[in-house]
């Protein structure tokens, strides 16, 4: 199944548009993950099974990973989410942009090594920097109005009398997505920009990062970004879920999966 097709069938499975992120960071994993050889594919895993029956797709963000030199890891749990959890979606967040061949060895990393769904690119190379993923037939995720301030140094360029990020929406929907497989990256934290690329891009589906721990609004965010369907996003939180504090008699996955709940309720409250 491709990855529009497998989102859409896991927005309806799991009546959800949360995205559950996974940034396993060792300062912050629960002591009994720390110092052993596979405590990310075990921390990472128990969040999985605690979460996946409220998520749309999870998110493993690279740089986690290649950091503590646990790529194989994430292997593992790329392998294991597609065999406990297959309706899933998996989505690699590693925002790659580089010449042709070497975005060909960009796109096997995350396609064929560890088996994404989709993968986040940077569009700043243009059309042959982003080709070698489109062959794939997966999905190709394109960095557009990012979730952080610094992203206005030069997304809210004035290009022809209108910002860059709103010219890379109109050129991923009326060209780099021919084959209906790609999606955008646009931060929660900017509820009317989600708006400007929503009124651009039709029912594209839209990654959404920054809720959470960076503190953008859900009701603003959904209200800014839902289709008429009532989905097209794919809402992401990290650090709040993964970290949330126990209460009493809890342990780390059950928090995660109360403010996993917690968070699913937000956003479809306003769906
Ligand atoms: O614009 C962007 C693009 C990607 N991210 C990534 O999403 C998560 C957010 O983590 P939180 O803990 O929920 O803040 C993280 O992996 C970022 O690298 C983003 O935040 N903004």
């Known amino acids: 199944m491709n990855f529009i097709n497998k ?14 992120g996974l940034d396993p960071d060792m300062d912050r994993l629960p002591a009994q993950f720390r110092g052993t050889p596979d405590g990310i594919f075990r921390f990472c895993t128990e969040i999985i099974d605690a979460t996946a029956d409220l998520a749309c797709a999870f998110k493993p963000q690279i740089a986690y990973f290649a950091a503590l030199g646990a790529e194989g890891q994430l292997e593992r749990i790329s392998a294991y989410l597609r065999h406990r959890h297959p309706h899933i979606p998996l989505i690699l967040d590693s925002k790659r942009g580089d010449i042709g061949a070497t975005a060909k060895q960009y796109a096997r990393e995350a396609y064929d090594r560890y088996g994404a769904d989709a993968v ?9 920097s982003v080709e070698p993923y489109m062959e794939w037939q997966r999905g190709v995720i394109v960095l557009c ?17 209108k910002p860059l990020y709103q010219h890379v929406a109109q050129l991923v929907a009326d060209k780099w997505n021919s084959n209906g497989q790609c999606a955008l990256v646009v931060g929660a ?7 400007a690329v929503r009124a ?9 990062p920054g809720i959470g721990a960076q503190g953008g609004d859900i009701e603003a965010t959904v209200r800014a970004g839902r289709t008429d369907a009532g989905t097209g996003m794919m809402i992401n939180s990290s650090r709040a879920i993964l970290y949330a504090a126990p209460q009493a008699g809890e342990d780390f996955a059950q928090a995660a999966r109360r403010v996993a709940e917690e968070t699913r309720q937000a956003i479809n409250a306003h769906r």
């Open 200 to 208: 651009i891009v039709g029912d594209m589906p839209l990654l959404i």
């Open 145 to 161: 109005r990012t979730s952080n301030p610094g992203g206005s140094d030069l997304q809210f360029l004035e290009v022809n009398g």
């Open 120 to 128: 986040t690119v940077s569009p700043y190379m243009g059309a042959d």
């Open 189 to 195: 934290t900017f509820p009317e920009e989600i708006r």
């Open 7 to 20: 989102l859409n069938a896991a927005w309806a499975a799991n009546d959800s548009l949360l995205c559950v």
